[in-house]
């Protein structure tokens, strides 16, 4: 059984600094995607940024310059450092892995940002 389990998040000032962590466990497969969404009350879930098994990353653009996405496919992780936060960025942040077949989800992680 494929198991999510997501860490970090919480409350930071603006300007301020988080950095997300993520685990998948019970695959025999490697996960050719593996990203982070993001969805802020009222509004729909948005793709944050995901990088391939190869390595390749995109990133929305309201995030570019600012987060950073990486990967570790031995250990099936994916991390999202989070610099220069703004309260724009306040939402419940979701790891997602994704295989030819199906996709998982994280149980989402509260990040709030705020003075």
């Known amino acids: 059984q494929v198991q999510v389990v997501q860490s970090g998040g919480g409350l930071v000032q603006p300007g301020g600094s988080l950095r997300l962590s993520c685990g998948v466990s019970g695959s025999v497969f490697s996960f050719y995607r593996m990203g982070w969404y993001r969805q802020a009350p009222g509004k729909q879930r948005e793709l944050v940024a995901a990088v391939t098994f190869g390595g390749s990353s995109n990133y929305a653009d309201s995030v570019k310059g600012r987060f950073t996405i990486s990967r570790d496919n031995a250990k099936n992780t994916v991390d999202l450092q989070m610099s220069s936060l703004r309260p724009e960025d306040t939402a419940v942040y979701y790891c997602?892995?994704?295989?030819?077949?199906?996709?998982?989800w994280g149980p989402g992680t509260q990040v709030t940002v705020s003075s």
């Open positions: 997602n892995a994704q295989l030819s077949s199906r996709e998982y």
